[in-house]
């Protein structure tokens, strides 16, 4: 008795596999108008040359996750996290180290 359903050819599996996954990759890339924006860095006030995982200047907020968006306010940079800014004094990218003082005690360390 033969077998009603018969495998494909381990060629047609290798040919689907990749076309599916090169149609995944061109679609989810589309939004994302031009990438190559993210290999531009960015400098704030003593901060030079920032790049991933950092966003902020001309780097879009699509090259980075959003925790990471830089602003810059007077020369000076800025991070958000969870509501609550902070002035980035210091990045040691050897170390992958910040070092951080929350605005809301910049001029008044005392709080209410």
């Known amino acids: 008795m033969r077998p009603i359903f ?7 599996a290798i040919f689907s596999f990749f076309f599916l996954y090169s149609v ?11 990438l190559s924006n993210c290999t531009k860095t960015f400098n704030c006030g003593s901060l030079q040359n920032l790049s991933y995982p ?7 907020a699509y090259c980075g996750p959003p925790e990471f968006h830089i602003n810059c ?3 000076s940079p800025e991070l ?3 509501s609550l800014s902070y002035r980035v004094l210091a990045l040691d990218s050897v170390a992958q180290t910040l070092s951080l003082a929350r605005l ?8 209410q």
């Open 6 to 12: 018969r495998s494909p050819s381990p060629i047609f």
């Open 24 to 34: 995944g990759l061109t679609t989810s890339f589309s939004s994302n108008s031009n």
């Open 54 to 60: 950092f966003t902020g200047g001309e780097r879009p």
């Open 73 to 75: 306010v007077d020369d």
């Open 80 to 82: 958000t996290v969870k």
């Open 104 to 111: 809301d005690l910049w001029n008044e360390t005392c709080t």
